[in-house]
């Protein structure tokens, strides 16, 4: 089903009193192009799900970091693959909370998650990828999944989810496009510090729930009061509520358009309660979920996906960070200075940087004393020079533009 969002600047509402709008926020800046779509799944028809079929989703995981903090360890990733295949197979410890006349409409979604073995050029991959960047945050404008842009190309959307975990910008935990979606930004973003449920974490979104809520997105899922008040979520058993929930009401919790007694899903993954406080899709919306999957349907193309299976695999993982990772000179073409800066203090310290031109005429040492530093060039004639880092097992060498200013 297609549905079309209304995006009457909830977030600017939501931020104010101090919630969390990513997936909206996006959707309102890219219109409603993103849902509405002129893509068809013009690609042959592939087989359809089988009815208690346990669809199994590839994911590769985008580190894009600029401090050691952004640079999530794989135990972290780990964690929250675990707590995706919890979830989504209702597998999660605290399911034993969802309110007993809610329980009858958890549902097990018989969707799981496995992290990538094969990488789009056939190679072996561990699914994760640690790439720094010199952004030190991203908006939700999408920078994040291009290289060009300083963040990292997704990978073929049609075989593998990509999600990218980077420092977002603000309160925004992460976001989402929908289902239908152009190939180059399909997938979830999602804050460095609310992912997975080991290392360092920033309750009260330290359950990992946030990967959980944005992949509904993925699937076709809606807030559950529509992005509306006491709007439409397009599923028949998640009752209306007025607005969004945050924190953790107690239950029951009505609003103005409660249907009984009960009130509000308030524990649903598809509010915007805290972590602890969520536990249940229905099975409304896993219908929905596994929709996207049948033929026809955008995700269809995952039940082909063989990129878990590591013996479709050949050749060495693609090494990590090339050897200049960890240090960046830009801008280039420069003007009228450099920022040399490394990933981390203990690195840059000590270290002397050097300046030659084409001929080998040296222009410029300079030793550095913290992770960024910033040369005055603007005397040095345009042209071509070439930036050495000395004192470095390997020293590493930058070849740079100098070209007019273009101030009058
Ligand atoms: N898209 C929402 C946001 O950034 C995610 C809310 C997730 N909620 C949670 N408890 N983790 O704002
Ligand atoms: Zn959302
Ligand atoms: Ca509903």
Redesign the pocket.
Known sequence: MKFIFTFICWCCVINAIG???????YLGQHGASIITGTTTNTETAGRDTLKNEVIVIPVVIHIVYHNNAQNISNEQVLSQLEVLNNDYRRLNADNARTPVPFASLAADTRITFCLAKVDPNGRHTTGIIHKYTKAELFLSDDEMKFSSKGGDDAWDSKKYLNIWVCN?FG??????VLPGSPSNTDGIVI?YN?FGTTGTLNP??N?G??A???IG?WLGLRHLWGDAVCGNDGIADTPPQQSSNSNCPSFPHSSSCSVNSFGDMFMN?M?????D??NMFTHGQKNEMRGQFATGGFRNSFLNSTVCDSSNAQGDPFPEDDINAGISVYPNPFTDQVIISYKNVSEAAGKTIKLYDVTGKLYLTQILKSSKTSISVANLPNGIYFLKTESDVKPKIFKLIKQPSNRF
């Open positions: 919630q969390r709008c990513g997936t909206t926020d977002l309160r925004t935990l992460g976001y989402s804050q609310a009260p979104f359950k729930r946030t959980t809520h944005e997105h993954y509010d915007f309660t805290d972590d406080c969520m």
